[in-house]
């Protein structure tokens, strides 16, 4: 893994902000800022459990046909950081061009190892690779989408979806949908010989070697679900697992002639052994589940019903690792990210607002005892650029490290201003207000 210290000193000796028509000049001792000479994705940040962060980098933009190489970059609040080994991932672009979405997540074991999930909409594929805590590659799979099976009760199809567990197991749930439109969910575990096994060609693996059951660990079990329930993500977290239809752009399956629709705002948690925890449905669309202080926060909004709107409703329900629900908070606002932070009872979530087709990065504080009450609002504007945070780290002095994407304004390959793409910078401040423009 090669180590990158880059600590970029910004001398700003009279940094403006405005704040109830009150000019404050800030001391760069005090609000300091170190700049990652890194370019990202404002959806490709992640928070990690330590406080620190990770993004998917993909070096200069490159792509080569219909893969990307991308690479880990764990950083740190004082301005370093490491990158990990380079994987490829399918070209998220050449998706878009054909009105399908990818979307690409990061997940952190507690025994600190990477794990890559790419999923593509209308569930044509899915990619996993995984990395262990010094960066390096140690297996890659990927699902091809539909593939059918026919026999002597009809013709059906299978999806397959991964997520890693804190065992350092990977679980496999295989989705079998027939004709009729009913779903059955199978799960099995991948144990380490399947894994030991793959034969490694250079930097790829070898990927014409076939899934064999016989590789499998021996349990495997049905989960049960009601209904016509279609599963499109799974996460894990403390040796559960989360099944749930989350929304976004294109997720609608249409194989010859079967066609899924979707609520997406179901959700099933399981034990490991294939035993029901909880279940339920959400008022609005899944847009992200999170697992944060041992509670789990699914963040839902109508966005899948306005179409195109400056402002959507977003709520944040938050509940105990069982699934019982202890409060659900809701925020009129454009959009909301999937990193929460929680600190001494304040959930702290970053944002987006949008005015006059203006968006502004901002951060929401919710009271996340048991009320989730929204107890303020910060729109960010650092010395007239548009800075978007993305993750919220306290530290122990009772001050903060942001992480955040400064917007720039260049075309991407499609030819369109990107308004989601930046450089990212390490802001440090004892007061979170003193970043703001507005406070409402």
């Known amino acids: 893994m090669k180590t990158t210290n880059i600590i970029i000193a910004l001398i700003i000796s009279t940094t403006l902000f405005a704040c109830n028509d009150n000019t404050v000049y800030v001391d760069e001792k005090v609000e300091s800022i170190k700049g990652l000479d890194l370019e990202v994705n404002l959806s490709e940040v992640f928070a990690m459990p330590d406080g620190r962060a990770a993004a998917l980098v993909n070096p200069n933009r490159q792509r080569y046909g219909s893969e990307a190489p991308y690479t880990i970059a764990v950083m740190d609040k004082n301005g370093t950081y490491i990158l990990s080994e380079t994987f490829f991932l399918y070209n998220k672009e050449s998706y878009e061009e054909d ?38 590659l140690i297996y890659q799979d990927e699902s091809s989408g539909f593939r059918r099976n026919s026999d002597e009760s009809g013709s059906s199809v299978f999806h397959d979806f991964y997520t890693k567990l804190d065992s350092d197991e990977i679980a496999i749930i295989r989705m079998n949908i027939s004709q009729t439109l009913t779903s059955e969910y199978c799960l099995k575990f991948l144990d380490n010989y399947y894994k030991e096994s793959r034969e490694w060609k250079g930097s790829r693996y070898d990927d014409d070697i076939e899934v064999d059951d016989d590789k499998f660990k021996a349990f495997t079990y049905k989960i049960e679900t009601e209904g016509n329930f279609f599963c499109t993500n799974v996460v894990s977290f403390d040796n559960r697992i989360i099944l749930y239809n989350e929304y976004y752009p294109g997720n609608i399956v249409n194989d010859d002639e079967i066609e899924l629709q979707n609520d997406y705002n179901e959700y099933y948690i399981l034990n490991t052994d294939g035993t029901s925890v909880n279940s339920g449905k959400c008022e609005l669309p899944i847009i992200y589940v999170k697992h944060v202080d041992d509670n789990i926060y699914i963040i839902t909004s109508d966005i899948a019903y306005k179409g195109t709107s400056d402002v959507y409703k977003w709520c944040i329900t938050k509940m105990d690792k069982s699934g019982n629900a202890i409060y659900t908070s809701a925020i ?12 001494n009872g304040t959930l702290m979530i970053p944002g987006l607002v949008k005015n006059n087709k203006t968006k502004r990065g901002a951060i929401f504080l919710l009271d996340d005892n048991n009320s989730g009450t929204v107890k ?32 720039h304004d260049y075309t991407n390959s499609n030819g369109n201003t990107d308004e989601i793409s930046g450089k990212l910078f390490v802001y440090h401040t004892d007061d979170l207000r003193k970043l703001q423009l507005n406070d409402h």
């Open 376 to 407: 303020g609002k910060i729109e960010l504007d650092y010395n007239q650029y548009a800075v978007m945070p993305c993750v919220i780290t306290p530290d122990d002095n009772g001050e903060y490290d942001i992480f955040a994407l400064v917007q």
């Open 332 to 343: 009129d606002t454009y959009s909301l990210l999937g990193n929460i932070t929680i600190d």
């Open 99 to 136: 009105s399908l979405t990818a979307s690409n997540h990061i997940y952190i074991t507690s025994s600190g190892e990477f794990f890559v999930k790419q999923h593509i909409s209308n569930l044509e594929c899915d990619a996993i690779r995984e990395l262990n805590k010094y960066g390096d």
